[in-house]
């Protein structure tokens, strides 16, 4: 399928060049170092297993690699920055030596640091700022884009966070709030890339919503590039009417989270983050859109 012409890509300033001069949605390969990532945690552990996956990932088509050391799924066991350390950074390296552009998926400054020395080139923080108070201080220092994701806890108290009565609307106001603060912090507001959350402080009640074409339209308007992290996620196990699916399966969650892709690319969002990449990029490559940097 083609999309408009007229829809318009906003990269984030401070993207490598080869990615600011697509003119297309970006494909975002996920690649969890952890033993408890929802769909894909134990797989990778081993660095070299890890990076190989990456450059699987890349040969596939993705633009980045986002690695990411501690699963963010409900319950899931907290661990130390160490711990995180030790499972990202070898992968950061072995990929960016390899010229691939790497996304460091983190809650912790210190994380991002190390990652962004190992050579990362984008800072990508589930927690929204909230989760380290020198995050932001150090986005202020550096001169790569920073993912705002929209959250309202962390793990296991993040179902209780979950209630909404405009959901776009309190996504949006709380996303802005963050970034308004992320602004006084120092952080540059042209390397802003937002991200609604998917899934985090979301049931699947909210999470549809989110991801009709209307939302993702709107969203595309709130004057920053927008990422959509919906691959695999548990919301697409329902249907919208909160019926399970009785044909829940990775398969059919790809199925969907490709769906979604097309969506995302019709509004013009800036990046869709996914595990299987090459259906995406299918997607992404039949769109028409013009591309921008931000100024
Ligand atoms: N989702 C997960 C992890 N990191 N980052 C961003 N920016 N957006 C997301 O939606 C997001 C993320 C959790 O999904 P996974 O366990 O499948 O990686």
Redesign the pocket.
């Known amino acids: 399928m083609v999309t408009d012409s007229a829809v318009v890509v906003r990269h984030p300033k401070g993207l490598p060049a080869e990615l600011s001069q697509l003119p297309r949605t970006l494909v975002v390969g996920?690649l969890?170092v952890t033993p408890d990532?929802?769909?894909?945690?134990g797989h990778y552990l081993d660095p070299q297993q890890a990076i190989e996956h990456g450059l699987e990932l890349v040969s596939q088509g993705a633009d980045i690699v986002?690695v990411?050391g501690e699963?963010?799924?409900p319950g899931a066991t907290a661990i130390d920055s160490e711990t995180e350390l030790s499972r990202v950074i070898e992968v950061v390296m072995g990929l960016a030596s390899e010229g691939i552009p790497v996304s460091i998926?983190t809650r912790r400054s210190q994380v991002a640091e190390r990652a962004l020395e190992a050579g990362a080139v984008l800072v990508?923080?589930?927690s929204g700022g909230r989760g380290d108070g020198a995050m932001w201080p150090l986005m202020a220092s550096v001169h790569v884009p920073y993912?705002l994701?929209h959250n309202r806890g962390e793990g296991a108290s993040q179902d209780s966070l979950a209630n909404y009565g405009d959901v776009l609307a309190e996504v949006k106001r709380e996303l802005f709030e963050q970034v308004e603060a992320a602004i006084a912090a120092g952080v540059d507001e042209s390397r802003i890339v937002l991200?609604p959350?998917?899934?985090?402080a979301k049931r699947a009640e909210h999470n549809w919503p989110l991801v009709h074409q209307s939302a993702l339209d709107d969203m595309a308007l709130w004057g920053f590039p927008v990422?959509?992290?919906?691959?695999?996620?548990r919301f697409l196990g329902v249907h919208e009417t909160g019926e399970p699916r009785i044909d829940d399966s990775m398969d059919t969650r790809d199925a969907l989270t490709v769906e979604l892709t097309q969506r995302a690319v019709s509004s013009g969002l800036w990046a869709v983050?996914v595990?299987r990449v090459e259906a995406n990029v299918a997607v992404v490559n039949s769109s028409r859109v013009r591309s921008e940097e931000a100024p």
């Open positions: 996920v969890n990532s929802f769909s894909d945690g986002d990411g699963s963010t799924r998926d990508n923080d589930v993912v994701m991200d959350g998917i899934g985090f990422l959509l992290g919906a691959s695999r996620k983050r595990h």
